[in-house]
């Protein structure tokens, strides 16, 4: 995928806002209605209902009832009514559950509406093309994103230890957790590091490094042995208290409320480059941004560009023109893109950068930073996730990794477990 030019670049702003309670915005006289549900923060659901009230002020013609569903509950309110038909016009998905979802008829196909209602044409090929699966549209990327290493520069340094400029090894990772629970701060149940063995996003990361993938051909793309060393070294920092114990990690929901780093149990978290804006919201000290480890200078990185974040349109919608033409009104009015900020990812679309760009705030500005630092670093965005990625996450990967962690498994039980239950789990699209 080719980069963007730093022109180009915005950052995402903030973290969205509980906006359950803002349900809906009532339009007067309105002839067209449409619902429209996401995951994410309390800033987030606050930027997604404000740009719903300019929308509906231009277009008082349509009433459009949000919602933001935290955390798991989002995917087991999408998964009933997909039983049900009932899926909302409008919902949010990403790369991993944009293929799965679309596998499973929730999406309608968007090429019917570009040109048209969509207006793509200030969008890069290649940001479009992330949203295609077997060569049809099934979404809109919402802002460009990476994988990334969050950090207390501070409190790192008052321990002794720092993060490099480039990439840290895993070797040094390891190295700086020890010697942070030497001479870091006399803290009770803080640590440098999380317990990562249950990140799926991370595990892609490190496998990448290693000429391995993920997902591959419909199934997993790794074997036991690459899940008994990835879980071999979480175990060696567990076993060993340098990093977040057992019991706190796995209140981690994948969210930024949940996770180690903000809830004060670490000193370094990994998360996803766009949500910077809302960490830093949530953390009194200074944060900082950089790659997940790595192997060294010269080796692969792993990471890659995708889009952080996707609105698609329930395939069951009787308002789908409408559901385009709002997401048309998300990604390039100017004021949308004000209110918006970087906080779902660098907008793709190029004028909606240009306006930004002179806005960022100093947080906003490092995550752009960030993303232009990997100009030249990247490894090729990779095939459609199988069906069942998304149940892979939550219901695989972390349950094993947990167990693990609570000493309910062996490494080489948890590794086989992961494979055999990774492979029963997936399956190829189409």
Same mark, same amino acid.
């Given at each position: 995928?080719?980069?963007?030019?730093?022109?180009?670049?915005?950052?995402?702003?903030?973290?969205?806002?509980?906006?359950?309670?803002?349900?809906?915005?009532?339009?007067?006289?309105?002839?067209?209605?449409?619902?429209?549900?996401?995951?994410?923060?309390?800033?987030?659901?606050?930027?997604?209902?404000?740009?719903?009230?300019?929308?509906?002020?231009?277009?008082?013609?349509?009433?459009?009832?949000?919602?933001?569903?935290?955390?798991?509950?989002?995917?087991?309110?999408?998964?009933?009514?997909?039983?049900?038909?009932?899926?909302?016009?409008?919902?949010?998905?990403?790369?991993?559950?944009?293929?799965?979802?679309?596998?499973?008829?929730?999406?309608?196909?968007?090429?019917?509406?570009?040109?048209?209602?969509?207006?793509?044409?200030?969008?890069?090929?290649?940001?479009?093309?992330?949203?295609?699966?077997?060569?049809?549209?099934?979404?809109?990327?919402?802002?460009?994103?990476?994988?990334?290493?969050?950090?207390?520069?501070?409190?790192?340094?008052?321990?002794?230890?720092?993060?490099?400029?480039?990439?840290?090894?895993?070797?040094?990772?390891?190295?700086?957790?020890?010697?942070?629970?030497?001479?870091?701060?006399?803290?009770?149940?803080?640590?440098?590091?999380?317990?990562? *063995?249950?990140?799926?996003?991370? %595990?892609? =990361?490190?496998?990448?490094?290693? #000429? /391995?993938? !993920?997902?591959?051909?419909?199934?997993?793309?790794?074997?036991?042995?690459?899940?008994?060393?990835?879980?071999?070294?979480?175990?060696?920092?567990?076993?060993?208290?340098?990093?977040?114990?057992?019991?706190?990690?796995?209140?981690?929901?994948?969210?930024?409320?949940?996770?180690?780093?903000?809830?004060?149990?670490?000193?370094?978290?990994?998360?996803?480059?766009?949500?910077?804006?809302?960490?830093?919201?949530?953390?009194?000290?200074?944060?900082?941004?950089?790659?997940?480890?790595?192997?060294?200078?010269?080796?692969?990185?792993?990471?890659?560009?995708?889009?952080?974040?996707?609105?698609?349109?329930?395939?069951?919608?009787?308002?789908?023109?409408? *559901?385009?033409?709002?997401?048309? %009104?998300? =990604?390039?009015?100017?004021?949308? #893109? /004000?209110? !918006?900020?970087?906080?779902?990812?660098?907008?793709?679309?190029?004028?909606?950068?240009?306006?930004?760009?002179?806005?960022?705030?100093?947080?906003?500005?490092?995550?752009?930073?960030?993303?232009?630092?990997?100009?030249?670093?990247?490894?090729?965005?990779?095939?459609?996730?199988?069906?069942?990625?998304?149940?892979?996450?939550?219901?695989?990967?972390?349950?094993?990794?947990?167990?693990?962690?609570?000493?309910?498994?062996?490494?080489?039980?948890?590794?086989?477990?992961?494979?055999?239950?990774?492979?029963?789990?997936?399956?190829?699209?189409?």
């Amino acid at each position: 995928m080719q980069m963007i030019d730093r022109r180009g670049f915005l950052v995402t702003a903030a973290l969205a806002s509980l906006g359950a309670a803002a349900g809906g915005f009532r339009a007067a006289a309105a002839e067209t209605r449409l619902r429209c549900v996401w995951w994410g923060s309390a800033d987030r659901s606050k930027r997604t209902n404000d740009v719903i009230a300019l929308y509906q002020k231009a277009n008082p013609q349509t009433e459009i009832s949000g919602e933001m569903i935290a955390g798991s509950d989002y995917w087991t309110k999408l998964a009933t009514s997909m039983a049900g038909r009932n899926v909302a016009d409008i919902f949010q998905l990403e790369p991993s559950t944009i293929a799965d979802y679309s596998g499973r008829g929730a999406c309608m196909e968007l090429d019917q509406f570009v040109g048209k209602s969509l207006d793509l044409s200030t969008f890069g090929k290649s940001e479009i093309d992330l949203c295609r699966i077997d060569g049809k549209l099934y979404g809109v990327g919402l802002g460009l994103n990476s994988f990334c290493m969050m950090y207390d520069a501070d409190t790192l340094k008052e321990a002794g230890v720092s993060v490099p400029q480039d990439q840290i090894t895993w070797k040094a990772l390891a190295e700086l957790a020890r010697d942070f629970k030497k001479n870091g701060p006399a803290k009770r149940n803080y640590w440098a590091v999380p317990y990562g *063995a249950r990140y799926h996003y991370v %595990f892609d =990361v490190w496998l990448r490094q290693r #000429g /391995k993938l !993920l997902f591959q051909d419909g199934t997993i793309g790794f074997n036991k042995e690459d899940a008994k060393e990835w879980f071999a070294y979480w175990e060696d920092l567990r076993e060993n208290k340098l990093c977040v114990s057992a019991d706190i990690q796995t209140r981690d929901d994948n969210t930024i409320e949940s996770n180690a780093l903000t809830l004060g149990n670490s000193a370094i978290g990994f998360a996803y480059s766009n949500q910077l804006v809302g960490y830093q919201k949530l953390n009194k000290q200074t944060l900082s941004i950089g790659m997940l480890p790595g192997e060294g200078p010269g080796k692969p990185t792993g990471h890659y560009y995708r889009p952080g974040l996707i609105w698609s349109i329930s395939s069951t919608s009787t308002n789908a023109e409408a *559901a385009a033409k709002f997401i048309n %009104f998300f =990604v390039n009015d100017l004021e949308a #893109g /004000k209110v !918006l900020g970087v906080e779902r990812g660098v907008p793709p679309a190029k004028v909606v950068r240009e306006a930004l760009l002179p806005t960022l705030n100093e947080t906003e500005r490092k995550t752009v930073d960030y993303i232009e630092s990997l100009s030249g670093k990247l490894d090729p965005y990779p095939e459609p996730a199988p069906i069942g990625a998304n149940e892979f996450d939550r219901g695989v990967m972390r349950p094993i990794a947990d167990s693990l962690a609570f000493g309910r498994a062996t490494v080489d039980e948890a590794a086989q477990n992961l494979v055999d239950t990774g492979t029963r789990t997936l399956r190829k699209r189409g």
